[in-house]
Every structure is written in structure tokens, then in C-alpha cells.
């Protein structure tokens, strides 16, 4: 199913609709601030084989951020912080960072690096804060997979997603052209934040 909402936006019974779908196993594809994801709910770990598949890769090998809806969610899959460390997170969210976090016992081992680590996003989309408001967890994101060798808007038109994927996900939303860019990606493990990765959030040490 393809769901255009670039206009319109979300209605309530479609967001109601939606995180119904999700909640009960779903496998979405929707745009963030960044490039489109690829998602279901944390709890339905069930459905990452049809994820894997869809991206072509092991489960235990993805790299899987869970996108939260505000910092007191995300501060329920971390380790306490220090207040420093607090402020500078809330300085940038939501907004186009990943931030890697020391995990509490919350997040299942899977999604958990060898460091008992997990990345974390509070996405500034109103399609995706429209769901994550309403949801009680997490959505366990991955960017949809981009083919160098073929055309970009094979990865940025939902339309041309949907051709692609529809027989393999239960909805793909339409917000829209995407981009083919990236989250920042800060390592938040210490009180010192250091860039893993420059996005197109920008930081500066």
C-alpha cells in the first residue's frame, strides 16, 4: 500500500492506523529527515527477517537506530548521563543526529553493539512525530539501502519505492522526494562527544 501524506499530512485515524500496523508486526517504509527508513516496532523482532531481506543483509550484522519521540524516551534505553551531556543532546534535538548511547538493560541484546552500546534519534519529520507520538516505544530503524550504480531517485521517489518493495512491506508512506544524506553520528558514551560520522547535522567539537 502506498500512503501519500506530503500534502496532507497524517490524519488522526491514520496515524491510529498506522502504529496499529506496526505494533502488530508491520513493516514500513517512511521518510525522516535524512534518507527514507526501512521499520517496525522494537517489540516485533519477529519481523526482521522480512527487514533483512528487504535490505539484503544478516539481522545480526545492521546497524538498527531506534527512533525515539523526545529525550525523556530515548533516557529510558540509556545509562544515566551527566547534566552536560544532557544539555548538549537536547540542544540538538530533533534533528539529524544519531547518537550512540550506553545501553540499559531495555534494549534486547541484538540491537546492542559488543560494547553494550545502541544508537538513538529523535527525527525532526512530522510524519514520523505525528507516529512516534502516539506509539510506546520505539520504531527500530534502518536507512533504506542505496545502490550506487543506478539512479537516485530510485531511493528518494516513494512511488518508485513502492514498485520496488510493495510485495515485500505492508505500507510504504509518501512524504515526498527524499534525500540521499545522512545523520551525524556522535559517540555520547562519555561526557566529551566526539564525531563518529559528519552528517548533514552539523557539530563541532
Known amino acids: ?40 516496532a522494537l517489540s ?23 527512533l525515539c519521540r523526545d529525550l525523556s524516551h ?14 548538549t543532546i537536547k540542544d540538538l534535538i530533533p534533528g539529524p543526529y544519531t ?3 550506553n545501553a540499559n538493560n531495555e534494549v534486547p541484546r541484538l540491537f546492542q553493539t559488543k560494547k553494550k552500546q545502541v544508537g538513538l534519534r529523535v527525527p525532526q519529520h512530522p510524519v514520523l512525530q505525528s507516529i512516534l507520538e502516539v506509539m510506546d516505544e520505539p520504531l527500530l530503524n534502518i536507512s533504506l539501502p542505496v545502490n550506487e550504480n543506478e539512479d537516485e531517485e530510485n531511493f528518494t521517489d516513494p512511488t518508485l519505492m513502492h514498485e520496488r518493495y510493495g510485495k515485500q512491506v505492508d ?18 558514551t562519555q561526557d566529551e562527544v566526539g564525531v563518529i560520522r559528519q552528517g548533514i547535522g552539523p557539530f563541532e567539537v
Do not use: W
Open 1 to 40: 500500500m502506498l500512503l501519500r501524506v506530503f500534502e496532507t499530512g497524517l490524519q488522526e485515524r491514520q496515524v491510529l492506523h498506522l502504529v496499529h500496523c506496526i505494533q502488530n508486526g508491520g513493516v514500513m517504509i517512511y521518510p525522516t529527515d535524512t534518507i527514507y527508513g526501512i521499520g517496525t
Open 44 to 66: 516485533c523482532i519477529n519481523s526482521l527477517d522480512r527487514v533483512a531481506e528487504i535490505v539484503q543483509r544478516r539481522k545480526e550484522d545492521m546497524n538498527f537506530t531506534l
Open 74 to 87: 530515548m533516557s529510558q534505553f540509556t545509562n544515566p548521563i551527566s547534566n552536560a551531556l544532557f544539555r
Open 99 to 101: 547518537f550512540i548511547m
Open 171 to 188: 505500507l510504504v508512506i509518501d512524504g515526498g522526494i527524499g534525500k540521499i544524506q545522512y545523520s551525524t553520528v556522535l559517540d555520547c
